[in-house]
């Protein structure tokens, strides 16, 4: 499903100016990272998607509709939103019943609430915690529900504010390979993440916000390579990426085979030369 | 100095030990990392180093805490609070919600130790410059953004200036710039002031960068503890689902795939790599 903000410019009311004539188009199937410091408005920006905010100026399409004429509830059917902190989203008793609220809001079937919840359950690694209280779960599980909750929406948009926050390095691979999932079952996917090398990973186009307006956009590589354009926007490129650069590398890496690859390819011409030389 | 000896803790229900017999010597200044996967007793080792564990989460004790030879289980947690300051995980959970202005919810631990007025000011605009919240101090705590927020719940606790300052994965709201700040905020008040920071973090890059020393948890046991190159290149790393940084993956691999020589340790920081791989 396209995604349209055109032209929306917003203001809490306290009067900070958050976000500033933004237009940004995403396309279906697409998965794409807003980067950028704290504050700079991605969150802002994600919760115009979904409706939870409506442009003070500009508009926002969901497909074909308009934010500020849909209901939240209708939004849902097709965008999920994962909270940055899951303690905002957490608030039925059980981790089935929390992940079953939306199914449930959107009229399912009990046949069909129950089995996309044990999929969704299963997708996280959740299925044995799902009698539990959502609050005797650990912070990073917590995560987990609110990320199961979203998959069993099953809309064809999926939001993710800081997925990996608060995650050991299993869990980060297990959010990497639920990302990777819902890639390939064509969702289109946007993410807020600060974990640049999480963004390079599994986003293939990223959109640098900074003080409430859209920098620099385009595919992951090539923004990931202009060092000048993310220091503008306080973001530091990911460690494979200053290694690279620091070794004088040409490219800008996105994964540890990325960076090998890139290596062996620019070391080949110096060792031949060398042993030219030598002989 | 801290001193912890034989250290346990079980959650009431709990079948698992959180800690395991914890011993562990920590001298004054040093910038101690503390690393494991979710759930190997991260963060009940900050409750027990901060007086949370025994004072306010009740389970089976065992073993003890000296903070400047004084036993944390004997003092009250008003007591503590003087010496020892925990920053945690969840910046949502340590704001007052009592205070209308980031200013004031500084204040706020100030004021319970009963600091001068004039005093209290001078160390508010002094927290707030090292966290890079000056520009905020009239906004109300609800209105920052996440890292905001973190900052804040860091510069209340370094208004207190403890001894001690335990802080449960500060950067985790944070972007990089602001990650980079606050590291060099606590190693300089580790170098200067003598502050004996005990931090943990899932950003092992960080603490490669920035650590004297790391402590590596398992299943609440502590399974290493040294140099942060030492530990953070360690198979037992990976074995106990820590992680390596990117930096040793990268250069493991080269190695593996025989680009560059098997010359000495692997890498944990920038300048290692591009040495081990230039």
């Known amino acids: ?279 | 100095m801290i001193e912890i000896a034989n250290l346990g803790f079980s959650y009431p229900g709990a079948r698992m030990q959180a800690l395991d017999g914890i011993t562990l010597t920590i001298p004054s200044g040093q910038f101690c990392g503390v690393v494991g996967a979710n759930g190997s007793g991260k963060s009940t080792l900050c409750y027990a180093l901060s007086g949370f564990i025994p004072h306010f989460f009740r389970g089976v004790y065992r073993g003890h805490v000296r903070i400047a030879d004084r036993l944390v289980a004997e003092r009250t947690l008003a007591d503590l609070a003087g010496d020892v300051g925990l920053v945690f995980e969840n910046p949502f959970n340590q704001i007052t919600g009592a205070r209308l202005t980031v200013a004031e919810e500084i204040a706020f631990g100030l004021e319970n130790l009963a600091v001068p007025v004039k005093e209290m000011r001078r160390r508010i605009q002094e927290a707030l410059a090292l966290t890079g919240l000056t520009e905020l101090a009239d906004r109300s705590p609800y209105a920052l953004s996440g890292g905001q927020q973190q900052r804040l719940a860091v510069a209340s606790m370094i208004a207190m200036k403890p001894k001690v300052l335990v802080l449960d994965e500060p950067s985790s709201q944070l972007d990089p710039s602001g990650t980079r700040d606050l590291f060099e905020t606590l190693k300089t008040l580790t170098s200067n002031a003598g502050l004996t920071l005990i931090l943990t973090e899932h950003k092992l890059d960080w603490l490669a960068a920035f650590a004297d020393r790391v402590i590596a948890l398992a299943a609440g046991r502590v399974v290493l503890d040294g140099t942060p190159r030492e530990v953070l290149t360690s198979p037992v790393m990976l074995e106990n689902g820590i992680g390596q940084t990117r930096y040793t993956e990268a250069a493991a691999r080269c190695r593996h795939a025989g680009l560059v020589k098997e010359d000495g340790s692997l890498p944990v920081t920038l300048e290692q790599a591009v040495e081990a791989l230039r």
Not at chain 1, 171 to 199: M, N, P, Q, W, Y
Not at chain 1, 206 to 232: D, H, K
Request: aromatic fraction near 6%; glycine fraction near 10%.
């Open chain 1, 1 to 279: 499903m396209n995604l349209h903000v055109d032209h929306v410019s917003f203001s809490y009311a306290s009067g900070v100016r958050a976000l500033q004539d933004v237009t940004l188009r995403i396309s279906s199937g697409e998965s794409v990272a807003l980067i950028g410091e704290n504050g700079a408005g991605k969150t802002t920006l994600a919760k115009h998607l979904n409706g939870l905010l409506r442009p003070g100026e500009g508009r926002v399409l969901v497909g074909d509709w308009d934010t500020r004429d849909c209901t939240i509830a209708r939004l849902a059917t097709r965008v999920a939103y994962v909270f940055q902190n899951p303690d905002e989203q957490l608030f039925e008793r059980t981790v089935y019943t929390e992940v079953a609220f939306g199914p449930r809001n959107l009229g399912w079937t009990p046949k069909d609430v129950e089995a996309g919840v044990q999929q969704a359950l299963a997708q996280v690694g959740l299925l044995h915690a799902a009698d539990h209280h959502p609050y005797d779960l650990q912070p990073s599980q917590r995560r987990l529900v609110t990320l199961a909750a979203a998959l069993a929406m099953n809309t064809p948009l999926v939001v993710l504010d800081e997925p990996t926050t608060g995650q050991d390095a299993a869990g980060v691979e297990r959010i990497g390979a639920l990302v990777e999932g819902l890639k390939t079952r064509g969702r289109t996917l946007i993410g807020i993440s600060h974990d640049l090398d999480f963004c390079a990973l599994h986003f293939d186009r990223l959109v640098v916000v900074s003080r409430g307006a859209i920098l620099a956009e385009g595919p992951t590589e090539a923004i990931l390579g202009q060092f000048n354009l993310l220091g503008r926007a306080g973001v530091e490129p990911p460690p494979l990426v200053r290694l690279a650069d620091a070794l004088g590398l040409l490219g800008a890496p996105r994964s540890v085979d990325g960076f090998v690859e890139l290596y062996r390819q620019e070391r080949k011409p110096e060792e031949s030369d060398h042993a030219h030389r030598t002989r």
